[in-house]
């Protein structure tokens, strides 16, 4: 099960997760810094990613580094 699929089923299950996730992408709240959330989360996808791909355990339309370069 991807991290994709787990955050899908949490959203849809807790309602913790869905209120932190409303929160960090409500425009309106001014006094966070969004661009810190997306960054830990884009990290840790870049991550995960990188270790499936040398694992060889990506499938050939989910090859996201390659794109990196473009």
């Known amino acids: 099960m991807t991290s994709g699929l787990v955050l899908a089923y949490r ?3 807790e309602p913790l ?3 932190s996730v ?3 992408l409500d425009q309106g ?3 966070l810094n969004h661009a ?3 960054d830990l989360w884009i990290d840790y996808n870049t991550q995960l990613l990188g ?3 040398r694992r060889r355990e ?3 339309y989910s090859t ?3 794109w990196q370069s473009c």
């Open 36 to 38: 810190s959330a997306f």
């Open 29 to 31: 709240a001014t006094s």
């Open 17 to 19: 997760v869905r209120a």
């Open 58 to 60: 990506l499938l050939p």
């Open 64 to 66: 996201y580094l390659q």
């Open 11 to 13: 959203l849809q299950t």
């Open 22 to 24: 409303a929160l960090a």
């Open 51 to 53: 270790e499936a791909q």
